[in-house]
């Protein structure tokens, strides 16, 4: 434990999530100590030039709240959306002012789902937070709430930073909200103990883990921190989850909240977006063979092998891939759109080739545009 713990404070390249009730007051205005506090840590950490920080921040829709005269966050989308608007600015405004006490530049990356599922968009992605930090600057990354929709959302900025960590090949993610770790119970209860580390999922399987903040600002809690942790640590990210005001000691190694040790290796980037970040268009039904191919043999899925199509999509959204009883067991980007599937289904690709021309010799999903659903 101490020599994963000392690997992870020695993490050349760091993404750090911070959520929502750890930067703005109960009222949802944004709190200028808090926000300068959790800058004057990640600014020391930088500060050799040796490691570098990607900060997905939290905090748009809360700091929105107070200026619009909203007492709560708003439960509607629209009005979610004009917060967002309002709030991001004062969030970026104030970090961009409290880093510069550093000489730190700083720069926005707003980000959705549906950017992240497509192969052009999730290398632009890439290369934007690439280049800032060879430019030496710090990202900052949120989910567009302005203009993302209830179809395209992430919907918690800790499953985001966990994909954002695995796009820019982290070395370590740091989970930081207003509790310090996961603990066997709830923690506002005698008797219950903080959870140092957990090696597996199954470590988790008799705890119950909570669903709200305290603060009742932001869109998480517990839950959503340990799924991501699951989600970082199975790409092969190791995970430190604990509150803000041991943000030092997380990144720089000691004893603090819970470690999630990595449980898997890294991937192609775009298959855990996928995965975790796409919204299915649609459907396609496949027949047992199929369903042999792809799932046992992690073989393309052929005209040949499809029973069924459903739903609208155009060529290149994502599709859930199910077997004959409805079971959804892998996801992948589609070739073609959905009104061209129902004269494909059954036939080979030289038939249709024979039949249709050149251009539908080919595979509806490719094996490198899909992922394998575990159950």
Do not use: C
């Amino acid at each position: 434990m101490a020599g994963a713990r000392q690997a992870a404070g020695e993490a050349r390249r760091i993404v750090v999530k911070v959520g929502s009730s750890s930067l703005t007051t109960a009222s949802g205005g944004l709190d200028a100590d808090r926000v300068d506090a959790l800058v004057d840590v990640l600014a020391k950490v930088r500060s050799g030039g040796e490691r570098e920080i990607v900060l997905v921040s939290s905090g748009a829709i809360a700091a929105g709240l107070a200026p619009l005269g909203l007492r709560r966050r708003p439960k509607d989308l629209a009005r979610q959306q004009a917060a967002a608007s309002v709030g991001q600015g004062l969030l970026v405004a104030r970090y961009t002012a409290s880093f510069a006490r550093y000489g730190v530049r700083v720069g926005q990356v707003l980000l959705t789902s549906d950017d992240m599922s497509r192969r052009s968009h999730h290398r632009n992605a890439s290369r934007t937070l690439d280049k800032l930090l060879a430019m030496g600057a710090l990202p900052i990354v949120n989910e567009n709430d302005t203009v993302a929709t209830d179809e395209i959302r992430f919907g918690d900025n800790d499953r985001l930073a966990a994909l954002v960590a695995h796009l820019v090949h982290a070395d370590l993610l740091v989970l930081l909200s207003d509790v310090d770790g996961v603990y066997d119970g709830d923690p506002a209860k005698p008797g219950t103990s903080r959870i140092g580390e957990v090696r597996d999922p199954s470590d988790l399987a008799d705890v119950e883990i909570g669903s709200t903040g305290k603060a009742g600002v932001g869109t998480g809690g517990m839950v959503t921190k340990v799924e991501a942790a699951r989600i970082a640590a199975a790409a092969g990210v190791p995970v430190v989850l604990t509150s803000t005001v041991h943000a030092a000691d997380a990144l720089t190694g000691q004893d603090t909240g819970t470690f999630f040790h990595p449980t898997g290796k890294r991937s192609a980037d775009r298959l855990l977006w996928l995965q975790h970040a796409s919204t299915p268009q649609g459907a396609l039904t496949l027949d047992d063979g199929a369903v042999q191919a792809v799932v046992d043999r992690r073989k393309s899925l052929l005209p040949a092998g499809i029973a069924a199509v459903e739903g609208e999509f155009s060529a290149g959204d994502p599709v859930e891939l199910r077997d004959g009883t409805g079971h959804a067991v892998a996801r992948g980007l589609v070739n073609f759109d959905a009104k061209e599937i129902p004269r494909l289904i059954g036939r080979s690709t030289r038939e249709l080739a024979r039949d249709l021309g050149p251009a539908y010799e080919r595979e509806v999903v490719h094996r490198d545009d899909l992922v394998v659903l575990h159950p």
